[in-house]
């Protein structure tokens, strides 16, 4: 990149993320040095903040790690890599430990022992949480805190990355800008080992619950320096969002539905049982997929939580209710609008069980990773704790495989800047032509108007990484002629015998366009 204005040499580990992938991996670091870069404040940033129903572990009495690793094997959809389920299911207790030590305040039942919520497709009640539905804005601000008085980690906010620095094949280091405008100025971090927690790509959807930085960036810049990135085709739509027409979208969490509460459509009709066995608690690609559909055929769709919550509502699930007493509803009386949005990427940056991706001195944990933990689809509550496991599993194989070296250069105080946003064309398309249902001639467009936007990128570094994260997306999505997971073809309804996971790089996507027209032709 040209015009560097300043060249920072780190001394040890640079962490690009501040949600729970980030500051974690930072803390599991210590004593080694970590500079972690962000664009917005530690213990508010990115989803992780934002997370409501809690955590998974097998900690509750009678239940076992070797369950929870059926239950996300069976979410998975055959796509799940069963070596990192098993280490993942069998360290999740430990990482909950390590978050009790650091100072959660997990909700306890009336012996002391951590309260344990129920959400879909868990065969068992085994989600830790926080005060009802404020799991994520805890361990954020328990996670910052910590980091912020641990003398090895460094923060530095409002710095927004746009490239990874690559030295004859390996990553060095990240280009990023601070201040806007005439006071923009880009800098150029060096570090011997750079770890992505960038989180997900929701934003790049119209409707979603993620937040803005949600963009795929992250991916994106790996992707264009050459990085493998595996099953991107398959994002989660969560089943309720609040239907209040916010960008972002405030999320009804599953553990709503978890206490009982039902689907209902206009006709104040459940529909969820003639859909699948479990009802209410079925897969959420099964449960987002019956609400697409009665509001495709006319309907409006409800989640009713008076008879099972009722009155307990505030203070069992205050974010919720302050959302929806906002829009003007009281779901103490009211059945609450909902509707499917963009929500989790189960795809991301290849890496193994220690979170190397394929660039050497690039690791990535978090929600940008593709650790094969989710296969096709994400079972409830695991995401928060891949970030914890393998944010642990990325500080023990840098401390072991890197040397601190000295800082050098002085950083500039991080000035305010606006975070450009996806193009509304960009957003619209995703979420028309790569949402719920796909089909090869939408696929095609949406990779014209991606092909489109990119002619008149002008080379801006941001819109190129949000642009690569999408086409990786829509490219294996049409790449797949089949229905599976997250991941739904009206043109291919059915889910083949046989299947892989989806390992491509950026090249890979690029060539897709031509089998994009094949596959549209009758
Ligand atoms: C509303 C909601 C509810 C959820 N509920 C749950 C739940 O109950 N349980 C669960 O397990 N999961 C839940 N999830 C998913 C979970 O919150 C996320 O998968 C997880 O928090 C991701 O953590 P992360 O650290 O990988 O990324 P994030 O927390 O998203 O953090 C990403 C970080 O990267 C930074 N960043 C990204 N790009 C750049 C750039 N170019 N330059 C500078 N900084 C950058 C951001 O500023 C941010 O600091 C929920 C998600 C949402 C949106």
Same mark, same amino acid.
């Given at each position: 990149?040209? !015009?560097?204005?300043?060249?920072?040499?780190?001394?040890?580990?640079?962490?690009?993320?501040?949600?729970? #992938?980030? *500051?974690?991996?930072?803390?599991?670091?210590?004593?080694?040095?970590?500079?972690?870069?962000?664009?917005?404040?530690?213990?508010?940033?990115?989803?992780?903040?934002?997370?409501?129903?809690?955590?998974?572990?097998?900690?509750?009495?009678?239940?076992?790690?070797?369950?929870?690793?059926?239950?996300?094997?069976?979410?998975?959809?055959?796509?799940?890599?069963?070596?990192?389920?098993?280490?993942?299911?069998?360290?999740?207790?430990?990482?909950?430990?390590?978050?009790?030590?650091?100072?959660?305040?997990?909700?306890?039942?009336?012996?002391?022992?951590? #309260?344990?919520?129920?959400?879909?497709?868990?065969?068992?009640?085994?989600?830790?949480?926080?005060?009802?539905?404020?799991?994520?804005?805890?361990?954020?601000?328990?996670?910052?805190?910590?980091?912020?008085?641990?003398?090895?980690?460094?923060?530095?906010?409002?710095?927004?990355?746009?490239?990874?620095?690559?030295?004859?094949?390996?990553?060095?280091?990240?280009?990023?800008?601070?201040?806007?405008?005439?006071?923009?100025? +880009?800098?150029? =971090?060096?570090?011997?080992?750079?770890?992505?927690?960038?989180?997900?790509?929701?934003?790049? @959807?119209?409707?979603?619950?993620?937040?803005?930085?949600?963009?795929?960036?992250?991916?994106?810049?790996?992707?264009?320096?050459? #990085?493998?990135?595996?099953?991107?085709?398959?994002?989660?739509? !969560?089943?309720?969002?609040?239907?209040?027409?916010?960008?972002?979208?405030?999320?009804?969490?599953?553990? $709503?539905?978890?206490?009982?509460?039902?689907?209902?459509?206009?006709?104040?009709?459940? =529909?969820?049982?003639?859909?699948?066995?479990?009802?209410?608690?079925?897969?959420?690609?099964?449960?987002?997929?019956?609400?697409?559909?009665?509001?495709?055929? %006319?309907?409006?769709?409800?989640?009713?939580?008076?008879?099972?919550?009722?009155?307990?509502?505030?203070? !069992?699930?205050?974010?919720? @209710?302050?959302?929806?007493?906002?829009?003007?509803?009281?779901?103490?009386?009211?059945?609450?609008?909902?509707?499917?949005?963009?929500? @989790?990427?189960?795809?991301?940056?290849?890496?193994?069980?220690?979170?190397?991706?394929?660039?050497?001195?690039?690791?990535?944990?978090?929600?940008?990773?593709?650790?094969?933990?989710?296969?096709?689809?994400?079972?409830?509550?695991?995401?928060?704790?891949?970030?914890?496991?393998?944010?642990?599993?990325?500080?023990?194989?840098?401390?072991?495989?890197?040397?601190?070296?000295?800082?050098?250069?002085?950083?500039?105080?991080?000035?305010?800047?606006?975070?450009?946003?996806?193009? !509304?064309?960009?957003? &619209?398309?995703?979420?028309?032509?790569?949402?719920?249902?796909?089909?090869?001639?939408? *696929? %095609?467009?949406?990779?014209?108007?991606?092909?489109? $936007?990119?002619? &008149?990128?002008?080379?801006?570094?941001?819109?190129?990484?949000?642009? #690569?994260?999408?086409? *990786?997306?829509?490219?294996?999505?049409?790449?797949?002629?089949?229905?599976?997971?997250?991941?739904?073809?009206?043109?291919?309804? *059915?889910?083949?015998?046989?299947?892989?996971? &989806?390992?491509?790089? +950026?090249?890979?996507?690029?060539?897709?366009?031509?089998?994009?027209?094949?596959?549209?032709?009758?």
């Amino acid at each position: 990149m040209n !015009h560097v204005d300043n060249v920072i040499e780190t001394d040890g580990a640079l962490i690009l993320g501040a949600g729970i #992938a980030g *500051l974690f991996t930072a803390l599991k670091l210590a004593p080694f040095p970590a500079l972690v870069l962000a664009g917005s404040r530690p213990g508010t940033s990115g989803s992780s903040a934002w997370a409501q129903g809690g955590i998974a572990a097998a900690v509750g009495e009678g239940d076992d790690w070797r369950n929870h690793a059926a239950d996300t094997i069976a979410a998975g959809a055959g796509l799940c890599d069963p070596a990192i389920v098993d280490l993942v299911a069998r360290e999740a207790p430990d990482r909950i430990a390590d978050l009790v030590a650091m100072g959660t305040p997990f909700d306890r039942d009336a012996n002391g022992a951590l #309260a344990l919520g129920r959400e879909a497709a868990h065969s068992r009640p085994r989600i830790v949480h926080v005060t009802g539905d404020r799991a994520g804005a805890e361990i954020s601000r328990t996670l910052a805190a910590q980091a912020l008085t641990t003398p090895s980690i460094e923060i530095m906010e409002g710095f927004h990355a746009v490239e990874l620095a690559m030295e004859d094949g390996r990553a060095v280091g990240l280009f990023a800008r601070h201040g806007t405008g005439a006071d923009a100025r +880009l800098v150029l =971090f060096k570090a011997r080992a750079v770890i992505f927690a960038t989180g997900g790509l929701g934003a790049l @959807y119209a409707v979603t619950t993620n937040p803005l930085e949600a963009r795929g960036e992250g991916l994106g810049m790996a992707a264009r320096a050459g #990085a493998l990135i595996a099953d991107p085709e398959f994002v989660q739509f !969560h089943p309720t969002a609040i239907e209040i027409g916010r960008d972002p979208a405030p999320l009804a969490t599953e553990a $709503l539905r978890g206490e009982g509460a039902t689907l209902i459509n206009t006709k104040g009709e459940r =529909f969820m049982p003639a859909a699948h066995g479990d009802a209410e608690l079925a897969p959420r690609d099964v449960v987002a997929r019956a609400i697409h559909r009665q509001i495709a055929s %006319g309907q409006g769709v409800f989640l009713d939580c008076r008879q099972a919550i009722g009155a307990n509502f505030a203070a !069992h699930f205050p974010t919720v @209710y302050a959302a929806c007493r906002s829009a003007g509803i009281d779901p103490v009386l009211q059945p609450i609008p909902v509707a499917p949005a963009a929500h @989790y990427h189960m795809g991301g940056i290849a890496s193994d069980a220690s979170g190397r991706s394929s660039l050497p001195g690039l690791w990535v944990a978090g929600e940008c990773a593709a650790t094969g933990l989710h296969g096709a689809n994400r079972l409830a509550s695991n995401s928060l704790l891949e970030g914890l496991v393998f944010g642990a599993r990325v500080a023990e194989d840098v401390k072991s495989t890197v040397s601190a070296g000295t800082a050098q250069g002085q950083p500039p105080a991080p000035l305010a800047f606006a975070l450009p946003a996806p193009p !509304h064309v960009l957003r &619209t398309a995703m979420n028309r032509h790569v949402g719920l249902e796909r089909n090869a001639e939408g *696929l %095609g467009e949406a990779l014209a108007a991606i092909a489109r $936007l990119e002619q &008149t990128s002008g080379g801006e570094p941001a819109l190129l990484n949000m642009l #690569a994260a999408a086409r *990786l997306v829509t490219a294996a999505a049409l790449l797949r002629v089949e229905s599976r997971g997250g991941h739904w073809r009206s043109d291919f309804p *059915l889910t083949q015998k046989i299947s892989t996971r &989806t390992f491509m790089t +950026l090249a890979d996507a690029a060539q897709v366009e031509g089998i994009a027209q094949r596959q549209a032709r009758p």
